[in-house]
């Protein structure tokens, strides 16, 4: 049901939509994501010699230049086909990356595809993307994914909005910070919200302590 959803969501307004009573447009976006790469992908991100990225929730390919701001190789996944076909055109029209640097997932590739495929993973990303994983055994799927690929000094960087405030609909759940931080930390990451950022918590989940 959660895939027919944002396959339909997509497929009815494309990479610009409504989200809770705003409606975005792509100056709003814009502004959101230059945000987020000054005030949490580069203070959090850019002096970790990152290898690849993945972004978990990727949508269609909106955070792909920031991240590979910080990063050599990205890997952007989402549970919708239709998202991934946007950020597969978004990519082929693009003037400087391609497929060499660039790769979209569906959920379901990437838990099918070869570890070698993938390669490691040097560093997570999610932009309001977990809060849409509803079913928490999911969540914890996805999360023991990327941590099983990761490399020794693997960081997570997660902007989400969290609770205690409830969600009003049925495709989002708003988790405590504290609850994303036990989470992460039973798959072997040190765990913590770092500070908020908008209406969000930014959280950072390390491999090893560092």
């Keep these: 049901m959660i895939k027919s959803y944002w396959d339909d969501r997509y497929r009815?307004?494309?990479?610009?939509?409504?989200?809770?009573?705003?409606?975005w447009t792509q100056a709003t976006y814009d502004k959101r994501r230059d945000a987020t790469l000054a005030r949490v992908i580069r203070p959090l991100l850019a002096a970790r010699g990152i290898g690849n990225i993945i972004d978990i929730g990727c949508g269609p390919g909106r955070?792909?230049?920031?991240?590979?701001?910080?990063?050599?190789?990205?890997?952007?996944?989402?549970?919708?086909?239709?998202?991934?076909?946007?950020?597969?055109?978004?990519?082929?029209?693009?003037?400087?990356?391609?497929?060499?640097?660039v790769r979209f997932l569906t959920t379901e590739d990437f838990f099918a595809i070869q570890d070698n495929y993938i390669g490691v993973l040097d560093a997570a990303f999610t932009s309001v993307a977990l809060q849409h994983v509803v079913d928490d055994e999911e969540l914890k799927r996805i999360i023991g994914r990327v941590v099983s690929l990761s490399g020794d000094s693997f960081r997570w960087v997660s902007v989400e909005s969290t609770g205690p405030k409830e969600a009003r609909h049925?495709?989002?759940?708003?988790?405590?910070p504290e609850e994303y931080c036990e989470l992460f930390d039973s798959f072997g990451l040190n765990a913590m919200h770092v500070m908020n950022f908008y209406d969000c918590s930014v959280l950072v989940a390390d491999k090893g302590g560092k």
């Design 12 to 23: 009815r307004q494309g990479p610009i939509k409504t989200v809770g009573t705003v409606r």
């Design 63 to 101: 955070f792909m230049d920031p991240l590979l701001s910080v990063a050599d190789g990205y890997i952007g996944v989402d549970v919708s086909q239709e998202a991934v076909s946007l950020a597969d055109k978004m990519l082929d029209e693009h003037e400087y990356y391609d497929r060499t640097a």
């Design 170 to 176: 049925p495709h989002v759940v708003f988790r405590s």
